[in-house]
C-alpha cells in the first residue's frame, strides 16, 4: 500500500492506522520521562507539529479499555527499554488542543 503525506493532519493514531508517512519523534516521550521538572512547556513555531507532538503524547501514556501499544511497537520508544514501555497506558489524559479555534473578531 502507497503512503501517503499527511497534510493537515495532526492526530497520531490517525496518520499510524492510515499508512501516512511519519517522521518517529516518540523519543520526545524518553526526554519527558528523563527530566526532573514537574512542568513542561512545549513551544514551537506555528505548523511545527505541537498539536502532533501531544496527541503522541496522549495515545503513549492514556489509559484506555484497548491498549495503544500496537501505534507504538515499531517506533524508538519502543526499543529503548522496558522501562519506558511499562509507562505506556498507565495515566488518565486530560487532551485539549485549540488548533481549529478560529480568531473572532470584535465588534
Known sequence: MK???P???SDYKKIIEDNFYYLDKTLIIKEILDASEEIVLITRPR???KTLNL???RYFFEKTDVS???L???KAIWQTGKEYAG???QYPV???TFKDVKRCKRQ
Request: proline residues 0%; charged residues 25%.
Open 3 to 5: 503512503k501517503k503525506l
Open 68 to 70: 495503544n501499544q500496537r
Open 72 to 74: 507504538f511497537s515499531d
Open 47 to 49: 505548523r511545527f507539529g
Open 7 to 9: 497534510l493537515g493532519i
Open 94 to 96: 486530560i487532551f485539549l
Open 87 to 89: 509507562k505506556q497506558g
Open 55 to 57: 496527541s503522541t503524547l
